[in-house]
């Protein structure tokens, strides 16, 4: 994982979880264990799903951007199909408070979210590479005569085609 990648789950995955510490006990004084139970699943849920993609991303990135927005699209896809599926599963369960999971969730996104933005803020990122990754080369001697030797024959072949041109222009 990259350096930026490894700063970025820190800072996102260190406040939602400490946010999500505070969204259980809420839970608990408000809906009892039920309470607590849906906000430490929600707490759960929320570190889980973005804590892929952000691996998902960094793995991708060393292969190519092009494979950094795949895994970015495939990554939320499938958190959206695996959400889908979760409430729908456990749609009927009783054994925690659904509300309090709900909350969680949304809370915990919202803070994750908000952490991500002030770490890639606040991180001084270069846009530009200090050195030339591949260091430019300079030509055998032998590549540079071939060049001057194909240079001026091009050169005498746009003359002559030229005077060609001027002879036919002044002939009546």
């Known amino acids: 994982m990259h350096s930026s990648d490894a700063r970025i789950l820190r800072g996102a995955a260190l406040p939602a979880g400490l946010a999500g510490i505070a969204a259980v006990l809420v839970g608990l004084l408000l809906g009892g264990t039920k309470g607590a139970l849906g906000a430490a699943l929600g707490t759960i849920v929320v570190l889980a799903f973005f804590s892929i993609s952000v691996v998902a991303v960094s793995y991708a990135s060393k292969i190519s951007p092009q494979m950094m927005f795949a895994a970015a699209v495939f990554s939320y896809i499938t958190k959206l199909l695996v959400m889908f599926v979760l409430i729908a599963a456990l749609d009927s369960v009783t054994i925690w408070n659904s509300t309090a999971f709900a909350y969680t969730v949304i809370a915990l996104t919202l803070v994750w979210i908000g952490a991500e933005i002030r770490v890639s ?25 071939d060049r001057t030797a194909d240079n001026a024959a091009e050169r005498a072949a746009g003359d002559t085609a030229a005077s060609g041109e001027r002879t036919a222009d002044r002939s009546p």
């Open 121 to 145: 803020l606040t991180t001084k990122a270069l846009y530009v590479d200090p050195e030339p990754s591949v260091k430019p080369t300079a030509p055998k001697a032998d590549e540079d005569a």
